[in-house]
């Protein structure tokens, strides 16, 4: 592979709730201390869980990396990745409040940009959106003219769901500027993350994002965003990839029944997800063994969908097994080059670092 690789899917720490301070107003970094806020963490990533973060990446207290010195030394120079994109998992939408979930946003957009982004030219990042639509916009707006934002990233369990006009406007704004949607596993509770009700377990809710994903990309095909935005992309980040093949035939096949209730979708909504949405690799939910690898690059039917992602500092490999051992040594380079800049417009200006 003549290209370094691009990693779309990492994880930057934040030290502490202080490191966003001077990123804020006075009135936000007065209030969080008079509070007493120190931290806001999404049961989702629970920062002891094993998943959470690989053994061999943690600090010497067990913490979570959070430098740019780390990043580098664990992924950028020790696998030769030419641009990582850094998608941060601050739980920003967690408030209910709309002013300060915006201002934790800003607030953290302004700090990757700050701290990492001017740090390393081989980094892009995610614009991570708010609670809230017209704060989300606000966001894009804002960062946008910044080319090194490459995405707006929201959670795969929300609010409401994600093809509502509601959202329409964060489309808008995304394909006016040719950025895609990031959708990341993880929720802001704001509902069940079961259709059954709360789960017990940890266990569980992990589990429950593939729902939470297949609801997310229903909605979104459905509700005709992909026909109202033709030019949008749907990037699924840490969802798996072997439910994809069996949803979509029960999408397909119901959506022949009752396809008079959609009369916008002029063809079948497989079409729309292969024209539309990209899923990176980790973690991969099948076993890397060649036969089912083929099998499940058969099922997906097409090259073009997944992208490459170490998903640093989540433990979904061992030591340097980037790359699913099963997969056809043809693809790599369409997975890890080629499909991400197709991508992500902003990749393709001008050379990579």
Request: hydrophobic share 40%; aromatic share 10%; proline share 8%.
């Amino acid at each position: 592979m003549t290209e370094a690789a691009i990693d779309c899917d990492l994880h930057p720490g934040l030290p502490s709730m202080a490191s966003l301070f001077p990123y804020m107003d006075h009135h936000w970094r007065t209030s969080l201390k008079e509070r007493g806020v120190s931290q806001l963490e999404s049961a989702s990533w629970p920062p002891a869980a094993p998943s959470t973060v690989r053994a061999d990446w943690r600090g010497p207290k067990g913490e979570a990396p959070c430098s740019l010195a780390t990043l580098q030394a664990q992924v950028l120079d020790r696998w030769g990745v030419g641009t990582g994109i850094l998608n941060p998992l601050f739980p920003a939408q967690l408030p209910f409040s709309r002013d300060l979930s915006a201002a934790f946003a800003r607030a953290l957009n302004d700090w990757i940009r700050a701290e990492w982004l001017d740090g390393d030219k081989r980094l892009r990042a995610s614009i991570l959106l708010p609670n809230a639509i017209e704060e989300s916009v606000a966001e894009i707006e804002r960062l946008a003219p910044d080319r090194r934002f490459v995405q707006a990233m929201t959670l795969c369990m929300g609010e409401i769901p994600l093809g509502r006009r509601e959202w329409w406007p964060v489309y808008e704004a995304l394909s006016r500027h040719d950025m895609p949607l990031a959708i990341h596993a993880g929720s802001n509770w704001r509902h069940p993350v079961t259709s059954v009700g709360w789960p017990s377990y940890y266990l569980e809710e992990y589990t429950a994002n593939s729902m939470g994903f297949q609801a997310s990309l229903a909605s979104l095909i459905t509700e005709g965003v992909f026909v109202k935005f033709p030019k949008l992309k749907v990037v699924l980040l840490e969802s798996g990839v072997s439910w994809l093949p069996a949803f979509l035939w029960r999408l397909v096949k119901s959506w022949k029944g009752v396809r008079f209730e959609v009369p916008w979708l002029d063809r079948p909504p497989s079409e729309y997800v292969r024209d539309h949405v990209r899923l990176s690799i980790r973690p991969l939910d099948v076993p890397e063994e060649a036969a089912t690898m083929a099998r499940l690059m058969d099922h997906l039917g097409s090259d073009e969908l997944l992208l490459w992602s170490s998903d640093w500092p989540h433990a979904h490999f061992e030591g340097d097994a980037t790359v699913p051992q099963g997969l056809d040594p043809g693809l790599l380079k369409k997975i890890m080059v080629d499909n991400p800049r197709a991508t992500y417009a902003r990749l393709r200006e001008g050379e990579l670092a």
